[in-house]
Every structure is written in C-alpha cells, then in structure tokens.
C-alpha cells in the first residue's frame, strides 16, 4: 500500500475488525462515508512521509524523503527519455500477473499508460450514460480497470454482480439480459462459452438481445465459424476481437468484424486478425534475430512512448520500451493473424504443432458445445469436451482425424460437464490437470477376459499412444520406436499396461522398447496368464552377433595394459583435465589423478581422490570470456553494488550440427601447456563435432554409422574419444583428428555414455542388448562381457573405493560390478525403470526412478533412503563437493536439493519437465558461493545459488532442451534440439547494467 501511496481502501464490514488491528501501527484511519451495507470506505493517511521501496532481489533502499525533490528528479529523468516510478502520482496501480501465460510477476502501471485505453474505448465502443456496462473481471484482471473507467468517464452504469452468480451462467445470463438490459460486456472467450451455444445464440447474441457491444480478449479469438453459429437471427451486437497484454496494461489493439463477413455464407479458413492499434501503441513483429517482420511469422512486441509498465523491480524505464509478448504471429498482406502462444507451441512427433488448433477443430464439430486442450505433464495431448449429446469416444476420434493431421490428434478425450475457469476468465488449465488425474485413476483395472481381449486392447493403446489411424490393424512386426515412440511414450504404454493387467510386468520396458508388437503381446501373455493358455508366438527378432574377433564369452581375467598404451602416456605433456554433466571433472596428471581444482568452476567427483601434482594445478588457468569486459575494481569486491551481482548469459557462439542435439558436451584441455580446449559432442545428424571451445571453430566432424545421443569419454592418454550410437557400434575416434581408430560392435542400440577407468585404461559401455561391456581399446578387444537383466538407457558410474562399476537397467535393477572381474557384487531390484545414471560419493550410491523416487545405497548394496519427487526422474543426481547436498530434476517441472540424508533443502519451480542432469560450480568471483546451472525442456537455463536455490539469472534457448549443462571457467556449453551446440557466457550485472566477466 506505501509503494503506490494507496488513499482509499473499501473492506468488507465483517473484515473490518481483522483490517484495523494488521494496519494500526503503520497508519490512521478515518471512515469517511459507508457505501454499501456491507462495506466500509477508509480513507488512509499515512504517519510519515516517508516511503521505502524495499526491492526483493535488490539491497538498496530508495527512499522518498522529499516529494519535491523527487516530483523534480522524475521529471528530468523523464526529459532524458525515461519514465520514473519515484515521479510523484506516476502509477494508477499495482497489480500481479497470475502466471498462467508465463512467469508470474508485479505490474506498476501510470496513468499514462492506461488512459489512452479509456479514452479511446469510450469512442470506439460509444458509449454514453445510456449504456449498461457489466464488470465481467475482477479487480486483479487489468481489463476491470477500463470496464470502470470506461463507464466512470462516460456517465454510464457498471453493473456488478457476486461471484455466485457468475458461476450459473442461465442465472447470470438472466440478471444481465433480463434483467439489467447490459450493452456492452468485455469478456474472455471462455467466459462467454460457458453460456452454451443455445443460451448465447437464444440470449446473448439473440435478434431482442440488449447487447450492443461484444469485445472478446484475454485468449485466442473464436473462429468466425463458431461465431457465427452463435449469432442468432437479425442480430446487430457489434463484435470485437481485442488484443493485449498486462505488461502494456491492458489492451493493444482492435478488430471489428464487419458485419458483411458475420452474415456471410463463405466459410473463412482463417483466424480473425488483430486489427489496428489502439490509441497510443505501437504493434510490431519482430523474428528470433530481433528484426521486423512484415511478412510471415514472428513474435509481438507492445510498446509506446507512455505505453510503459514497471515490471518487478524496475525503477526507471526508457519511453518507448517495447515488450514481447510470447505471442506468435503470422503476417499477410499488412494484417496480423495470431498463430499461439509461445507456451501453446509443442513439439510432437517431430513436428511442430500449437494446440490451440486442435481445440478450434473440436470446436466446431457440431455435437461439440464447448471444449479445452492441455498437454498433461507435456507428455499426453488430452481435449476435454462438454458435448451438447451423448458422444462415444470412438466417434469423436474419427471425426477428429477427418480434419486434423496424425501428429495433432489427441491422445486421450474426456468428457466433462463444464470448463473450469479461473477468476480471471480463463481456462483452468491446472483444474483440467486434477480432472485428468482422477479420470485415470477411475479407469477399470484387470478386466481382460483372455488373449484375444489383450491383443485388441494392446492394438488400441499402441495406436492411441503413437497417434496411429485406428484402421488398418497394427503390424505384427511393427516396432513400437520405430512407429514414433520415444522414451516418454514406451513408459506411458507401460504404465497403461500394468493398469490394464493390474499387475506389474517385470521386463515389459524392455521389449517395448526394442521388439515387435507381437513380442510385446507373447511377454505379458507369459506374465499374466496361466501356463495352460500359453499359446504364443516364441520368435525374436534375429540379433546381431559379436564377429569371431570379439568372442560371445570373453574373458573376465583383470585388465592389464601397462604394455598396450601409447608410449607418450606417461609423459607429462599428457596430462588432461575432462569436464562432463553432473560436475565431473576428471584430472590426469602424469600416471595418476589430480583432485579438486582450486580455480576451477566445478565441483569435484570426490570418489576419484589420489594425490595431485602442483605443478599442474599452478598451469590451469581458463580465460576470461570477453577480453574487452572490464572487471570491477578490487576496492568494490565487498560493497554493496558488488554483493548485488547478478549472473547474465550472453551468447558466445554457436555451432550448427544439422539435427537435434540431444548428447551433453564433453570438453577436454590439456593441462600443462596452452593447447586449446575443445568440446566434443554428437548429434541425431550421425555426426560427432569437435569445437574450439573459447572460438566456436570447428576442428573436425566425422560420420557415423546412426544418431547420437551417447555422450563422449576420453581415454586415458587423451589420445582418443569414445562414443556410442543407434546402429550398436562403440566408436573410438582419434580426439585430434576425428580418424576412425576401431570401433566395436554390441546387438543393440548404444545410448549409454562410457565411462573410463583412470587406474587400467578399460572403457565401460552399456547396451540395449542388455549388456555391459569392458573394452580395450588399446588391444582393439572385448576384456569381459555381462548380462545385467535389463536393457541398459543409464551411463555407467566407476568409483575407484570400493572399486566398483554402478550398472542401472530399464528393468529396475541397480547393480555393483568388479570392473577388473566383470563379475555382479550385489544387485537391488528398485521396482521401476531407471533412465537416470548412478552417481557415487565415498559414501553412498544415488539414483533417480520412473516412480518419482530419488534412491540412496551404501556401496554394500543397503538401501538407506528414499526421497519422493513429484514426478518420474530421468535427471541424474549431481552431488556437491561437500557431499552434504544432492541436486536433481523431475518431471514435475522442479529442481531439487535434498541433503545427503534424504532431507529436502530446497526445490525450484521451473516452466517444464527437467530431464538434464544439473551442474554446480564454484562462483569465481566469489569462491565461497557455489551456482547451479540447469535446463529445462522447454529451453531455458537457469542458473540458481545452490544453497537457497534463489534464482540469478535465467536464459531462453530457442528449441527444446534434453542435453546437460557443462561449466568451464565463465562458459557453459549445451546442446539444443534446434540443431545447434550452444556456448554461453556467464557474466556479472552491475546496478548500472554494466556487465563483467565471472
């Protein structure tokens, strides 16, 4: 109330009581007039003139001590072109955005941002004391601000009527049409859809109708098909699309519709476009590179000379700021037609698709009243249809499929009595969540009367999931990847399988994810039904066999490879240092390993701790990001300014790999000389890329055999780079050149990242065939071969005490392996899949679950913990140098830090599912403080102060994001699904928006 100066305040009578006693030490009252039975108007005066704005991301307190002198140092920042909130009487009001089209934040708007919004509505609309307008929104909705004013300023009545009335729409029609006689109502879509086609067509938009005004905003504009299926006969309501943003409070601009167009025959296949800006705006398109569109397809900037807003902190804001929307647009022929929201744009199928296309076709269906569209856990597209007559599911998917293409149909339909709407006239996209949450749960379970059953069940989910035609029949061969399922959707078809059989199926992932259709049937029919009604097709799919060079049984004697490796290993000059997700730093000094880096950014693997050479330590020093950044003076480290640092990402470079990048970076220096530092990563293209890490310059690409998402190791002379790819080979790569050295073939596809032994040389690798592998690569052979039980997604974990290689299966299964035996030390069945990787401590081994369970073993093999995410983890756990802390992701869209014994620290909400693996490093310029950078899979990076998870800086990708993070010094290397291998800077910002390097 201080910050906007607040002068009146009207409360509820029953609330007065509570009123006075929270607000008596801080101001005097006075009851000036009672308006209304049950309320009383306050006017506030306040004890002292005195006004602090306490910023919360900030530590500086401005302070109004003078109003002259701050009326006078306003007005000559505003001479210099910028608008001051400290200006006395600048703001109308404040207000917070909900969040739910984008980050929740406080809107401060002036005055004159909003007037040119009343004045030029009482025009267009015009309105005179005549006219009856109604408060369709609520007082936290920006739109109630010109509905008031509007009718204020014009002598016209505003009708407001209780919240229990707004929820009976036969009711509410009643008091507005019937009653009252409204004129002009300003509403959402939603809102007015909750009267139902028939009451809008007999009522609302009826020939008698007292509505002279219709102004449609806060969500995309219905199709002009629906519009006019609305519109009953010789019905003259003038119809507006408008169109805005809180940001630039409130509305931007308007389109009538001609009335020529509402009473056409001619079907319009295109949406309704924006129409022209309101008074004082300015409207512009701009593309990802930031320049304008005048043809085709952008994003929308709002702005203005005084169409400004201060956003959260903001103080000053130069005139004329231009904000994005995150609406996406096209433009044709001058006009502007809204395409979605950046947040309604998914990626499905490989293909791009807004899902408010999909909730437009359903609309217009004729057995359709009205409908809503979310993308439940952005795993499962679900339409929710209130139906004007009993519909069957079938049915609707049939006629969906007349007009939508595959990759737009949904996944599931449910059928609900009504939307559920927030207050501020919008869909509830979260009460649609609840909604489908407890519509599955409701689902009958184990109700299949035979094989027959399962099989025609099995044909339905299959083709359901993958967005199949319902005819013809599924293929018996048809493999469920190769159909276009992924990870994701092979957990969803289980998951829907256990509910459909009531029972769990051990190994069922497995063969969805690698066999056919028919081997998915026979597996659960062995599982489910009785041996006397086995009656199956026992075939599979034929393997690829190891050749006679690399034998089926290989020998499991302890490596020895003294002998085999290159002569220069043991040489200094080879000394390296290999940074990869989840902070692993892993140092090779001169035949042994160097522990955490005093310098370094990154936090250190403390299961690899031999003694260091200091010699090597002394040589590794990265450089700074941007030369030409000055640095603060030594004198500022500890001053305020200094303390208020905040990270900002800026683009170093980028590197085109010709499809997505799903593998995180590897980088590689040497440690003694000033050879350069090179990233190392490959892509679903079939190339492995490497780059100059501090140049972006590319020092070799080489083809592979398929995609990849196996992330590189180095060997252990630094000679070499090993990766693994879907046609089932390892590939060993010579890290200077790219040359083929060998390559070694598994039965099945590689995802798993190798992993190198520092203490033999040996590469562990996992496969989809089941397998783990010890590879020499030096003697080109196979040391030993094991069978985990399970199909192998998650890289390998060696810790050096115990000497152990940590193995997690698709089937549930984490096991210990003897690296030099290849022999199992101890297995723990974990009752889910496990995509994530094993992460080891000197302590303890910790691993992520399908079940949403972060798991904690003793390397004895003892369950000591187990803590509960909201959603599946395929996020591996980082662990801090301290051990005291464990940072992971969920698919519940948060990031988490529990301690060490299983205690939740802190958890951060972020804007989507968190699939990468987390990076903690060690803040440069402040070494006491430690930074945690993580992706989420719509693409942005947030980077966090790892003890609090308060948020520091945050940065947009333009693509999906399912690669990790990895920190060197001030840059930060990812892949994105845009096709492109991302550097970023990570840079100091200054109170006077200077930036330095970290």
Known sequence: MKKCDLQYVLVEKKQVNKFKSSYETILNYDTVSVEHKDLVLFRLHWENGEVSWILSDREDNYKINDRKDSRNC??????????????????????????????????????????????????????????????????TFDPSVVEIFVSLSSGACLLIVPTSVKVLPSKLAEVLFSRHRVTVLQATPTLLRRFGSELIKSTVLSGHTSLRVLALGGEAFPSLTILKSWRGKDNRTQIFNIYGITEVSSWATFYKIPEETLNSAVKHEHTVQLGSPLLGTVVEVRDTAGSSVHEGTGQVFLGGKNRVCFLDDEITVPLGTMRATGDFVTVKDGEIFFLGRKDSQIKRHGKRLNIELVQQVAEELHQVESCAVTWYNQEKLVLFVVSKVDLVKDYLFKELQKHLPSHALPDDVVFIDTLPFTCHGKIDASELNKIYVDYINSQPRNKLHGKGELWEKLQYLWKSILSLPEDPMVPDNSVFLASGGDSLKSTWLLSELEKLTGTSIPGLLEVILSSSILEVHNHIVQTVFTHGDLKVDRSYATKRKLSDTYPEEASRRPARLESALPSDLNSETNALIAVSRGSQVLSLGPGRLLPKLGHCSSIWPLDLIPQSNPQILKSVNPPAPDEKLKKPPASQEGSPAARAKTVVLRERWRSDTGKCVDASPLLVMAALDKSPTTVYIGSHSHWVKAVDLFSGKMTWQQLLGDRIESSACVSKCGNFIVVGCYNGLVYVLNSKSGEEYWTFSTEDAVKSSPAMDPTTGLIYVGSHDQHAYALDIYEKKCVWKLKCGGTLFSSLCLSLRPYHLYCATLGGLLLAVNPAAGSIVWKHPCGKPLFSSPRCCQRYVCIGCVDGSLLCFTHSGEQIWRFSAGGPIFSSPCISASEQEIYFGSHDCFLYCCSVEGHLQWKFET??????????????????????????????????????????????????????????????????????IYCLDLLCAHENNQVSSL
């Not at 909900?98 to 004159?112: F, L, M, N, Y």
């Not at 403080?929 to 102060?945: H, M, N, Q, V, Y």
């Not at 998870?949 to 994001?961: A, D, F, K, N």
Request: glycine share 8%; aromatic share 8%.
């Open 911 to 980: 804007t989507a599912r968190v699939y990468s693996t987390p990076f903690a490093f060690r803040n440069p310029s402040r070494s006491s403080e430690t930074l945690l950078a993580a992706a989420s899979t719509d693409g942005k990076l947030w980077i966090l102060e790892s003890q609090s998870g308060e948020l520091q800086s945050v940065y947009e990708l333009p693509g999906e994001v399912f690669s990790s993070p990895v920190v060197w010094g001030s840059m930060l290397v990812i892949g994105c699904r845009n096709n492109y």
């Open 74 to 139: 306003g007005n000559s920042i505003e001479e210099k072109g910028h608008m001051d909130v400290r200006q006395e009487h600048c703001l109308a009001y404040v207000l917070h955005t909900s969040g739910t089209t984008g980050t929740p934040k406080i809107v401060r708007v002036p005055h004159a941002c909003i007037l040119p919004n009343v004045q030029h509505f009482r025009v267009l609309f015009g309105v005179t004391q005549e006219d009856v307008l109604f408060l369709a929104s609520p007082l």
